[in-house]
T-cell receptor, first 115, second 110 residues
Framework: EPEVTQTPSHQVTQMGQEVILRCVPI?????FYWYRQILGQKVEFLVS????????KSEIFDDQFSVERPDGSNFTLKIRSTKLEDSAMYFC?????????????FGQGTRLTVV | DAKTTQPNSMESNEEEPVHLPCNHS???????IHWYRQLPSQGPEYVIH???SNVNNRMASLAIAEDRKSSTLILHRATLRDAAVYYC???????????FGAGTILRVKS
């Protein structure tokens, strides 16, 4: 079965440092997403990406965040200057038709701990 | 985004069917109904989706009310592995995101 792969599985970083979370979506998918889940809370939408540009983003996704598809296979989330409140599980997802009528595949997540 | 209402938690016995309800009274004609689940310490996992007609797949069945204001996810024989948080989510046909709510925590007893 195809799967979305995320690396690393756990990252610890100092407050104020930049961090890059990496994802390898399913190869023929066109839509890519980042979500996050703070411990014990809901899964929150961050951003969707299609055709090499952001198609939708939430209020959480401010100037500290950016996404990139640098080489046609990876999809990255960069947090420029991490804060303690950025500590969360970050999930990458991909789909072939957006969410309108098909399934999305989620990765196992990267646990980000900001100290 | 149109809202959904689900019970906070439900309990089931192993090997028995489970019916997970979802109300979405403000659904519009172009909204798809999606169900995802999240097992402990894992990412969300697709279960099933539909628009107007009932749907079946290898994991579950989705029964959609005729007026589409509610739906029910049916797990035909619950196993311990089905213990998870189940999310009922609406998405617009042109939409590009899923908004997760709190979902229903399903506990399965052996």
């Amino acid at each position: 079965e195809p799967e979305v792969t995320q690396t690393p599985s756990h990252q610890v970083t100092q407050m104020g440092q930049e961090v890059i979370l990496r994802c390898v979506p399913i190869s023929n998918h066109l839509y890519f997403y980042w979500y996050r889940q703070i411990l014990g809370q809901k899964v929150e939408f961050l951003v969707s990406f299609y055709n090499n540009e952001i198609s939708e983003k939430s209020e959480i996704f401010d100037d500290q965040f950016s996404v990139e598809r640098p080489d046609g296979s990876n999809f990255t989330l960069k947090i420029r200057s991490t804060k303690l409140e950025d500590s969360a599980m970050y999930f990458c997802a991909s789909s072939d038709e957006g969410f309108k009528g098909t399934e999305a595949f989620f990765g196992q997540g990267t646990r980000l701990t900001v100290v | 985004d149109a809202k959904t209402t689900q019970p906070n938690s439900m309990e089931s016995n192993e090997e028995e069917p489970v019916h997970l309800p979802c109300n979405h009274s403000t659904i519009s004609g172009t909204d798809y109904i999606h169900w995802y689940r999240q097992l402990p310490s894992q990412g969300p996992e697709y279960v099933i989706h539909g628009l107007t007609s009932n749907v079946n797949n290898r994991m579950a069945s989705l029964a959609i009310a005729e007026d589409r204001k509610s739906s029910t996810l049916i797990l035909h024989r619950a196993t311990l592995r089905d213990a998870a948080v189940y999310y009922c989510i609406l998405s617009r046909s042109w939409g590009n995101k899923l908004v997760f709510g709190a979902g229903t925590i399903l506990r399965v007893k052996s």
